[in-house]
C-alpha cells in the first residue's frame, strides 16, 4: 500500500471514529463548597488575606529558627530525595517530547560467503535507518501531557515535604524553648522546695515536727529532681530529632528563650502571648484559596490529569498504528550480485497496524483507565475535605488554648500565693507539711502545664499555617 493510501485511510478515520482524542484535562470534580466546616465559614470569608500567603521567613521570625529552617531545606534528605524524583520526571518528559521525531540508527554490516570451489565473496553495507511513528490518534501527545501530569506531581511533593520539613523543624524548635521554660521553672522549684525540706528538718529538730514530714518533704524534692533529669534528657533528644533533620552529627542547638520571638502577625504584635494564638489575628482566606495553595491538592489535580492523559492514550490504541521506515547507505550488494565499488541504495516503507484481537488487553488496559479516573476523582474529593478537616482542627486547638491560657494564667497566680501563704503558716507552726506539700506540687503543675498550653498554641498555629497551605515559598 503507498503511503499517500495510508495517510488518506488514517486521516478518514480520525475524523470518523477519533473525536476526542486530542481534548485537553479540565478539573471538572466537584468539590465541598464548606471546606473549612460550618462554623468556619464566617470566619473564612472575612478574612482579607490568607496567612498561607506569607512566605516562612515573614511567618518564622526568629533568627535561629531561620538559620535552622535555611540548614534543613539545604541538607535534608528527604528533600533531596524529592528533588531527585523531579529531575526524573523531568527527563520523563523531555524523553516523551522527542518521541514525535525520527530514530536513527547506524548499523554496518559485513558478510563474508564462499560456495564450493568459488572465491570468497565479500559484501557490506553502510546504512543509516530511520524510524517514525505517526501520531495521527493522538498516543504520543497524550503520553507527553501524563508524563507532564508526573512531572507536575513530583514538583507538588517536592513542595509537601518542603512544607512539613519547615513545619517539623519549627515545632521542634518550640518544643525545645518550651523544654528550657519548664527546666527552668523546675530549677527553680527545687530551689524554693529545698528550703521547704531544710525548714521542716530544722522543725523536726526542734521536736515540732514529725520524721514522716521530713520525708514526705524529701521524697517531693527528689521527685522534682527526677522530673529535671527527665527534662535534660528530652531536650537532648528533641535536639537529636532537629539534627536528623539537617542531616547532621547530634550537636547542641542554639535557640532564644521562649518569648522573645513569636510567631508573626502584623496585628498582634505586643507584650501577651495570648496574642500569638487569637483566632482574631489568623486570617484564613476563602477555602478556594487553599486548592490553589495546599500543594496535596494540586497534586492530586495532577494525578486525575495524568489518569485522564492515560485514559485517552488507552483508547488510542483502538486504532491502528502508521509507522514510517526508511534507510540510506553504500552497498557492495545489489540483489545477489556483488560489485565494486559500491553504491548508494535507498529504501523506504510506510506500514499501518490495525489492532482486531489482542486478547482482551487493549479493552481491559482501557477499562482500567477508566476506573482509575473514577478512583481519584474520589481521592480528589476526599483530599480537600481532609485538607479542611485540618483546617478546622488547627483553629479549633487555638481556640482551646487562648480559653486555657487565660486559666493557667490566674491559676498560676492563686497558687503561688496559696504556696507562699501556706508556708508562712508553716513556718508559724499554723499549717502542716501536708498543706505546704498540696501547694508546692498543685503550683508546680500548673507552671508546667501553662508552659506546654503556650507550646500547644504554637503548633497548632503553625500546624494552620501549613493546613492553609504556607512553607511552600
Request: glycine share 6%.
Amino acid at each position: 500500500m503507498k503511503i499517500k493510501n495510508i495517510i488518506t485511510l488514517a486521516a478518514v478515520s480520525l475524523m470518523l471514529t477519533g473525536c476526542g482524542i486530542y481534548n485537553k484535562y479540565e478539573q471538572k470534580t466537584e468539590t465541598p463548597a464548606d471546606a473549612f466546616g460550618t462554623d468556619m465559614n464566617i470566619k473564612a470569608a472575612t478574612g482579607e488575606t490568607s496567612i498561607a500567603q506569607m512566605s516562612w521567613r515573614e511567618f518564622f521570625t526568629d533568627p535561629l529558627l531561620q538559620q535552622l529552617i535555611e540548614q534543613a531545606l539545604a541538607n535534608n534528605t528527604d528533600l533531596n530525595t524529592a528533588r531527585i524524583a523531579v529531575e526524573k520526571s523531568e527527563a520523563g518528559l523531555k524523553a516523551a517530547r522527542l518521541a514525535y521525531l525520527p530514530s536513527l540508527y547506524f548499523s554496518p554490516q559485513g558478510t563474508l560467503a564462499k560456495f564450493d570451489n568459488n572465491p570468497w565473496s565479500k559484501t557490506y553495507n553502510l546504512p543509516l535507518q530511520l524510524s517514525m511513528d505517526i501520531d495521527v490518534f493522538g498516543s504520543i501527545t497524550s503520553k507527553k501531557r501524563a508524563a507532564k501530569a508526573v512531572l507536575l506531581q513530583a514538583q507538588m511533593q517536592q513542595e509537601a515535604v518542603r512544607a512539613n520539613l519547615i513545619s517539623t523543624t519549627a515545632q521542634q524548635y518550640f518544643l525545645l524553648q518550651v523544654l528550657d521554660r519548664q527546666l527552668e521553672i523546675l530549677t527553680q522549684t527545687e530551689s524554693l522546695w529545698n528550703e521547704s525540706l531544710e525548714t521542716e528538718k530544722s522543725l523536726w529538730e526542734n521536736g515540732k515536727a514529725y520524721s514522716t514530714a521530713v520525708n514526705q518533704m524529701e521524697a517531693s524534692y527528689l521527685n522534682v529532681k527526677t522530673q529535671i533529669a527527665d527534662t535534660r534528657r528530652n531536650i537532648q533528644s528533641v535536639e537529636n530529632a532537629i539534627c536528623r533533620l539537617l542531616a547532621i552529627s547530634p550537636q547542641h542547638i542554639s535557640r532564644q528563650k521562649w518569648g522573645n520571638s513569636i510567631l508573626h502577625h502584623a496585628e498582634a504584635q505586643g507584650d501577651d502571648d495570648q496574642k500569638m494564638f487569637d483566632t482574631k489575628y489568623l486570617h484564613l482566606g476563602v477555602p478556594a484559596m487553599m486548592l490553589e495553595n495546599r500543594p496535596d491538592i494540586r497534586m492530586a489535580n495532577h494525578a486525575m490529569e495524568e489518569a485522564f492523559y492515560n485514559t485517552q492514550a488507552a483508547r488510542s490504541a483502538f486504532f491502528p498504528g502508521i509507522t514510517l521506515t526508511g534507510s540510506a547507505g553504500w552497498t557492495n550488494s545489489a540483489g545477489g550480485v556483488v560489485i565494486d565499488p559500491g553504491k548508494l541504495l535507498l529504501t523506504a516503507i510506510g506500514s499501518l497496524t490495525q489492532p482486531i484481537f489482542a486478547r482482551g488487553k487493549i479493552v481491559a488496559n482501557y477499562k482500567i483507565s477508566k476506573l482509575t479516573e473514577e478512583d481519584l476523582q474520589k481521592k480528589y474529593v476526599q483530599t480537600v475535605i481532609d485538607a479542611g478537616n485540618q483546617v478546622n482542627e488547627a483553629m479549633a486547638d487555638c481556640q482551646v488554648a487562648r480559653e486555657k491560657h487565660g486559666y493557667y494564667h490566674r491559676q498560676v497566680e492563686v497558687l503561688r500565693e496559696a504556696y507562699t501563704g501556706t508556708h508562712e503558716l508553716m513556718d508559724n507552726g499554723k499549717a502542716s507539711y501536708l498543706e505546704v506539700l498540696t501547694a508546692q506540687e498543685s503550683l508546680l503543675n500548673a507552671q508546667l502545664g501553662e508552659a506546654m498550653n503556650m507550646y500547644d498554641a504554637a503548633e497548632a498555629v503553625i500546624a494552620l499555617y501549613i493546613a492553609l497551605g504556607g512553607g511552600t515559598k
